[in-house]
């Protein structure tokens, strides 16, 4: 059976991909054949008598650098180098544009993703001439691309039809369609003193949507407001964020 989406790791490390692709919803859509992840060692791609992958840098300087032949030929014998829309090759990097949800959409509608893990102080500026994207997933900077790449590979599996069973339990996620997402609440109703909102006790469902919508709205506005900016509000939403700014401010 075909997959839904291929992944393909490059790394120096494919030990570290060993747990967390081995259990909960990806080992599920793997056992499924939605997913399937392939872990290359890029290093087995390197033929010189010690199979070196790394070197120093040109001009001087810290640390080492990812050499470009052992990857680049791993990634010729194993991709279709990104020469159709179906496929990406993604360099991780701490330089690329930052991986939102957004992204993680539109990559779980391909068919096949090769993400590469770089490692050392970085890589060779050429390996560049080979990728279609590069992502970062924040402004700090980790010892190699593996996380990230558990990170991205996690984020975009749940978005792939028939990973999550509920596949609408991730429509109201945060960020998935541009606000933080509302509080919840689950039993005793009364905890500590503490009680569940009444509305959501009602069974009204259209009382209960307009709550959330607001508290959604209120948790971003507090939280986050930089992703009320580009977004265009509905009339209700207008409504809802004026009162919520009574309310608050
Ligand atoms: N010297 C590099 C720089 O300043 O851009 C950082 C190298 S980092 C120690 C080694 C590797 O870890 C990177 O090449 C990249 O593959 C990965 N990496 C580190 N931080 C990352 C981040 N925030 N997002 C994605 N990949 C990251």
């Not at 056992?31 to 001009?59: C, E, M, W």
């Not at 991986?99 to 391909?110: G, I, N, P, V, Y």
């Not at 006790?201 to 407001?225: C, D, F, Q, V, Y």
């Given at each position: 059976?075909n997959?839904?989406l291929?992944f393909k ?6 030990g570290?991909f060993?747990?967390p692709?081995n ?8 056992d499924?054949g ?12 390197a033929?010189?008598?010690?199979q070196?992958v790394?070197d ?12 470009p032949e052992?990857?680049?030929e791993?990634l010729?014998?194993n ?5 159709n829309d179906e496929?990406?090759?993604?360099l991780?990097s701490?330089q690329?544009k ?6 993680a ?13 770089g490692?050392y ?9 080979y990728?279609?994207k590069e ?10 691309g ?5 990170v991205?590979?996690d984020c ?5 039809p ?6 609408s339990?991730?429509l109201e996620d ?13 039993k005793?109703r009364n905890?500590r ?12 469902h ?11 709205l209120?948790?971003?506005l507090?939280?986050r ?11 209700e ?11 608050e401010?």
């Amino acid at each position: 059976m075909n997959p839904d989406l291929h992944f393909k790791i490059f790394t120096l490390f494919p030990g570290m991909f060993e747990g967390p692709f081995n259990e909960s919803l990806i080992k599920k859509a793997i056992d499924k054949g939605i997913l399937t992840i392939d872990v290359i060692n890029f290093r087995d791609y390197a033929f010189s008598k010690h199979q070196t992958v790394d070197d120093t840098p040109f001009g001087g300087g810290q640390g080492m650098l990812l050499k470009p032949e052992p990857l680049i030929e791993a990634l010729e014998q194993n991709t279709g180098m990104g020469k159709n829309d179906e496929e990406e090759i993604i360099l991780l990097s701490p330089q690329g544009k930052r991986f939102t949800q957004k992204d993680a959409l539109l990559l779980s509608q391909k068919k096949e993703l090769s993400i590469i893990c770089g490692h050392y102080e970085g890589f060779d500026e050429r390996i560049r001439d080979y990728v279609t994207k590069e992502y970062s997933i924040g402004d700090y900077v980790l010892t190699g691309g593996e996380i990230p790449a558990m990170v991205m590979v996690d984020c975009i599996s749940r978005l792939v039809p028939g990973v999550i069973k509920e596949e609408s339990s991730f429509l109201e996620d945060s960020f998935y369609n541009g606000l933080l997402e509302y509080p919840h609440y689950t039993k005793p109703r009364n905890f500590r003193g503490k009680e569940v909102p009444e509305i959501l006790l009602s069974g009204h469902h259209e009382n209960i949507r307009k709550w959330r919508l607001k508290e959604a709205l209120r948790r971003t506005l507090i939280r986050r407001p930089d992703l009320l900016e580009n977004r265009e509000l509905s009339k209700e939403e207008i409504k809802l964020l004026k009162e919520i700014r009574n309310e608050e401010f």
